[in-house]
């Protein structure tokens, strides 16, 4: 095809609202000549619009299979790690909730053991761990939730009952900050922030001189 006959099917499909991609799959050339070549040749409104809902449907679609990728590769190293970390012992159950207090944990308070976090999966964990491994009785333990002034008490605090599976009587009286959490940028899991207690000081001597155990043998 001689060089005025590729031209002119370039501008007629063009002239069919055609994008840059869709004429270079139909016409070989290169895409400075068809920048050249199309200058002049405007696209109608209608056109255009559905040139840009075209684009918009081809990001969202990238978007989602790029996102199930992700989720896939990240199932696998789930599976992956399950089959090898799990179940866990008695004692590996036990190190694994030493150092979530380590980290999360109440370090200062002599008397009660505390783990506070706005993330669900973390309460939980902590709520299996302070019953099963430290043995602490359900009753013995006390839920106090951190919200904002602008957050429903009654709300948040079922979201709660709900997730861990407790009854609403274990429930203290909430601390309600004076800020708002509609003026805060960082908002966390949007529940507030779940505060487990055990009023227990033999425990929670015992909780940190086991950290203290470990962390003192495993050092540079």
Same mark, same amino acid.
């Given at each position: 095809?001689?060089?005025?006959?590729?031209?002119?099917?370039?501008?007629?499909?063009?002239?069919?609202?055609?994008?840059?991609?869709?004429?270079?799959?139909?016409?070989?050339?290169?895409?400075?000549?068809?920048?050249?070549?199309?200058?002049?040749?405007?696209?109608?409104?209608?056109?255009?619009?559905?040139?840009?809902?075209?684009?918009?449907?081809?990001?969202?679609?990238?978007?989602?299979?790029?996102?199930?990728?992700?989720?896939?590769?990240?199932?696998?190293?789930?599976?992956?790690?399950?089959?090898?970390?799990?179940?866990?012992?008695?004692?590996?159950?036990?190190?694994?909730?030493?150092?979530?207090?380590?980290?999360?944990?109440?370090?200062?308070?002599?008397?009660?053991?505390?783990?506070?976090?706005?993330?669900?999966?973390?309460?939980?964990?902590?709520?299996?761990?302070?019953? #099963?491994?430290? @043995?602490?009785?359900? %009753? &013995?333990?006390? +839920? =106090?939730?951190?919200?904002? /002034? $602008?957050? !429903?008490?009654?709300?948040?605090?079922?979201?709660?009952?709900?997730?861990? #599976?407790?009854? @609403?009587?274990?429930? %203290? &009286?909430?601390? +309600? =900050?004076?800020?708002?959490? /509609? $003026?805060? !940028?960082?908002?966390?899991?949007?529940?507030?922030?779940?505060?487990?207690?055990?009023?227990?000081?033999?425990?929670?001597?015992?909780?940190?001189?086991?950290?203290?155990?470990?962390? $003192?043998?495993?050092?540079?």
């Amino acid at each position: 095809m001689t060089k005025i006959l590729l031209k002119r099917k370039v501008v007629e499909l063009r002239k069919q609202g055609k994008s840059y991609s869709d004429i270079l799959k139909v016409v070989k050339v290169s895409k400075s000549s068809l920048s050249l070549w199309l200058k002049d040749i405007p696209l109608t409104k209608e056109q255009k619009d559905i040139l840009t809902n075209r684009r918009k449907r081809a990001v969202e679609t990238y978007r989602i299979t790029m996102k199930l990728k992700h989720q896939a590769k990240l199932d696998s190293y789930y599976n992956n790690q399950a089959e090898k970390l799990l179940p866990l012992s008695d004692k590996e159950l036990m190190i694994a909730g030493l150092f979530l207090y380590s980290g999360e944990g109440n370090k200062v308070s002599r008397c009660s053991l505390n783990i506070t976090n706005t993330d669900p999966s973390v309460i939980k964990f902590s709520l299996y761990w302070i019953t #099963k491994s430290l @043995k602490v009785d359900i %009753k &013995k333990i006390h +839920i =106090k939730l951190h919200l904002y /002034s $602008d957050m !429903d008490i009654n709300e948040h605090t079922n979201f709660w009952v709900k997730e861990l #599976k407790i009854s @609403k009587d274990m429930f %203290k &009286k909430p601390y +309600i =900050k004076h800020s708002k959490r /509609s $003026d805060i !940028d960082q908002k966390g899991y949007g529940h507030g922030t779940c505060g487990i207690w055990v009023h227990d000081t033999i425990l929670k001597e015992n909780v940190m001189m086991a950290i203290k155990a470990i962390t $003192d043998k495993y050092k540079i």
